[in-house]
C-alpha cells in the first residue's frame, strides 16, 4: 500500500533522533546523530542529514514531523530549518514545529498539560484546554536554560574552582571531576582550564557533567546536593511562570536526558507541591504523532502504546558522528 508510512524527527542540543512507524504505529527503525541546535552548532545541518540519510529513499513515505530545536525562535534560524526539511522531503507532507511542543504533544498524547523541559537546555510549555499554548524559558545557555543539564555542569565547574582555591568549602566533587574527565590533578588550572578550551561542542559536553553532579549527589556531597537543589528552584520557577495559561490544578509531566536523576524530580515535585504524572510518549513519539495527524489517521490509546512500546525496542542507526559524541562523553 503506498503511502503508508510516516517520519518523525526529534531534534536536540546533544543529539536527533528519527523514526520511521507505520499505520497501526508500530516504529519500524530509528537513526540517531549528534546534537542540531543552530543556536549553538554551526555543524546542525550535517549532523541532521546523517540522521535523515537512512530515509531520504523510504519508499510509501507518506508524511515528516520535524521536531527541531530553536524552531519558531529565530527568524533567520528557522528558514534555514525549513530549507534543509524541504530539501530532504520534496514529495510527502511536512510539518515542522519547535522540539519542545513535540515534546508536549507527546507527553499528553495530544491532551491539556504542562510540561517542564530539562536537557541541555530548559523550558516550559503549556497547552490548555482551548488548545493554545505557551511557552517560558528557552532563552539559551547566554541568556537562560537554568535547571538544565548545561546550566547544572557549568555550575559544576565554577563550584570546582571556587573549591580548589578555598573560595568555598570543600566537596567530594572536585575529586570526583577530575577522575571523570580523566585529568591529573595536580596543575588544576592547567588541566580544567585546558579539557575546556578544547571541547568541540562546548553546550553538550558541559551539559553531560550533570550526569557526575547527581552521582556525587547520591553519594551524600551536600555541595552537589544543593546544585540539584537549586536546578530544581529554577525549574519550579518556570512552572510558575506558566501555570496561569492552564486551568487551576492542570496535570503536569517532565521531559529531557536532566531528569534521569531521581533526586532532581523529587526536589521539583516537592516545590511544585503534587507529583507529575508520566509522560505518555516519548519526544520522538510526539513528532510521530504529529506526522500522524498531518494524515488524519485515526490515532487512540492503543496507537500510543505501540508507538510508546516498539520505539524502545526498535534498532536504532547511529553515525559515525553520533558515536564519535558517544565516545567524547563516555570519556569526557
Known sequence: MSGDLILGIDGGGSKVLVALADRSGKVLRMSRSGGVNPMDNTNWQHELDLALRPFLEQEHLAAVAAALPAYGEVARLSEQQREAIEASFTKVRKHILNDVDAAHLGAFAGEPGILILSGTG????????????????????????????????????????????GRAGPTALAKAMFEFLNLDSFDPVNALGGWVSELKNPRAQIAALAVLVDRVASAGDGAARQLIDQAASELAK??????????????????????????????????????????????????????????????DYGWVMQIAATAKTAVVHSSEADLNNKERREHA
Not at 140 to 165: P, T
Request: charged residues 15%; glycine residues 12%; hydrophobic residues 45%.
Open 122 to 165: 530548559s523550558m516550559a510549555w503549556a497547552r490548555n484546554a482551548a488548545g493554545l499554548s505557551a511557552r517560558a524559558g528557552g532563552w539559551g545557555d547566554v541568556i537562560g536554560d537554568e535547571g538544565s543539564s548545561y546550566w547544572i555542569g557549568r555550575a559544576a565547574l565554577s563550584l570546582v574552582s571556587q573549591s580548589l582555591d
Open 238 to 299: 518556570h512552572m510558575k511562570a506558566i501555570a496561569p495559561h492552564c486551568d487551576t490544578g492542570a496535570e503536569w509531566t517532565y521531559a529531557g536526558g536532566t531528569f534521569a536523576s531521581r533526586a532532581l524530580l523529587a526536589a521539583l515535585e516537592r516545590r511544585i507541591g503534587r507529583p507529575a504524572v508520566s509522560p505518555k510518549l516519548s519526544p520522538i513519539g510526539g513528532a510521530l504523532l504529529a506526522a500522524a495527524r498531518l494524515l488524519d489517521w485515526p490515532v
